[in-house]
Structure formats: structure tokens, C-alpha cells
């Protein structure tokens, strides 16, 4: 069965700072992975994906997850925070042929200015 | 990607009423799932929406409690039944338009049982 696991409950980074959200997988094959973005009150938003091939992906909002296939893991990290950047983050593995995204458990983002 | 709307936004029902949720999609998608999310919690699925077909439910789930709709390729209705305070969550929506796996989500539907 396949897992994901977000060490990190919350995280608290000041504007500007760099960021690293931290997602862990366990799945038996080539997984395909996703990250997503909920804001307070909203429906969750895709901020990129791998699938194969080069494994430092880069998504919208100036995001980026490497996959090491070695440590599965599919870390998100941003350069430079902005306020904005205050949600939550899901880290979610789907398996290749099949329909269903396995989530984890979210990591809360606060953006101190 | 598309636009996924879903209706109600948010209510607020009584223990042992009924809520139908409903997803609409602004093109044809190739599947529909049904998502949960509990007050603090990650998203659990619920079931895959078969397009004239009946739902193929997750471990937990029965269609007698969620019983889906999916009449076409656009949208699909999710009913939560005999509510409990329970079942207060978010209910979300998603769709998939190839077989890679990516799927993009509607905004949710705030549910509060009283």
C-alpha cells in the first residue's frame, strides 16, 4: 500500500527566508508525485508534479521539489517566501496506472513579515 | 487544467438529513473522484465517480451513506446521508483528464452537522 508521511506539522519562516517542506513515500513501483497548495477556505491547487525523467521539477509560484529516489523522498522548496505563501502544503503519491492519490498529512505554513 | 465549480459552497444541516453536493466541470473529464477532509486533517478519497456506471467506493465508505451520481462526462453529485455531526467536514471534488495521474480539485464544500 502506498504512504506519505509530512514530518512536519508546522512551520514558521520569516518573509524572504528560504523554505523546505519536507515529504517522505512509500510505494512499491515508480511513484508519481504531487504537491498541493490549500489556502484558508480554498480547494487545493497543484504546484507541480514528476513523473520521470529529470527529478528537480520546478512548478508555479516560484516552487521546486527534487525527487531522490534513493532516501523517497519529494522535498518543496522556494528561494524566497512571501507573505503569500501562508497555506498548507500536501505532498501526495499516485500510482501509475491507477486513480488513487494518497495524501499526506499536511504541513502548515506562517509567514512572519 | 479546468474550472470546477461545485455547489452548495457551504450549509449547514440537520443530524439525519441529507445533503447532495454537486461538482460541475467546464469540459469533459475522464474521471471524477469525491474526497474528504476532516476539520484539521488531510484528504481522504472516498470513491471514483464512473461515468454511467456505479461508484467504486474506498475501504470505509458505502455507497448506502455516499451514494454518487456521475449522468455524464461534466459533473457529478455526492450525497452524504442520515448526517451525523460526524460527518462535518470539507467535501471536495476532483477530475482527471489523462491517465498520468494528475488530478485538480473544485474549492470544497464546508459541511456542518448540527
Known amino acids: 500500500a502506498q504512504s506519505v508521511t509530512q514530518p512536519d506539522i508546522h512551520i514558521t519562516v520569516s518573509e524572504g527566508a528560504s523554505l523546505e517542506l519536507r515529504c517522505n513515500y512509500s510505494?512499491?513501483?515508480?511513484?508519481?508525485l504531487f504537491w498541493y497548495v490549500q489556502s484558508p477556505g480554498q480547494g487545493l491547487q497543484l504546484l507541480l508534479k514528476?513523473?520521470?525523467?529529470?527529478?528537480l521539477v520546478q512548478g508555479i509560484k516560484g516552487f521546486e521539489a527534487e525527487f531522490k529516489r534513493s532516501q523517497s523522498s519529494f522535498n518543496l522548496r522556494k528561494p524566497s517566501v512571501h507573505w503569500s505563501d501562508a497555506a498548507e502544503y500536501f505532498c501526495?503519491?499516485?500510482?501509475?496506472?491507477?486513480?488513487?492519490?494518497?495524501f499526506g498529512g499536511g504541513t502548515r505554513v506562517l509567514v512572519k513579515p | 487544467s479546468a474550472v470546477i465549480s461545485q455547489k452548495p459552497s457551504r450549509d449547514i444541516c440537520q443530524r439525519g438529513t441529507s445533503l447532495t453536493i454537486q461538482c460541475q466541470v467546464d469540459?469533459?473529464?475522464?474521471?471524477m473522484f469525491w474526497y474528504r477532509q476532516q476539520p484539521g486533517q488531510s484528504l481522504t478519497l472516498i470513491a471514483t465517480a464512473n461515468q454511467g456506471s456505479e461508484a467504486t467506493y474506498e475501504s470505509g465508505f458505502v455507497i448506502d451513506k455516499f451514494p454518487i451520481s456521475r449522468p455524464n462526462l461534466t459533473f457529478s453529485t455526492l450525497t452524504v446521508s442520515n448526517l451525523s455531526p460526524e460527518d462535518s467536514s470539507i467535501y471536495l471534488c476532483?477530475?482527471?483528464?489523462?491517465?498520468?495521474?494528475?488530478?485538480?480539485f473544485g474549492p470544497g464544500t464546508r459541511l456542518t452537522v448540527t
Open positions: 469540459s469533459q473529464v475522464t474521471m
Open positions: 476532483s477530475v482527471r483528464f489523462s491517465a498520468q495521474g494528475e488530478q485538480y
Open positions: 501526495a503519491v499516485g500510482a501509475a496506472a491507477g486513480n488513487k492519490l494518497t
Open positions: 514528476y513523473f520521470s525523467g529529470d527529478t
Open positions: 510505494y512499491g513501483a515508480t511513484p508519481y
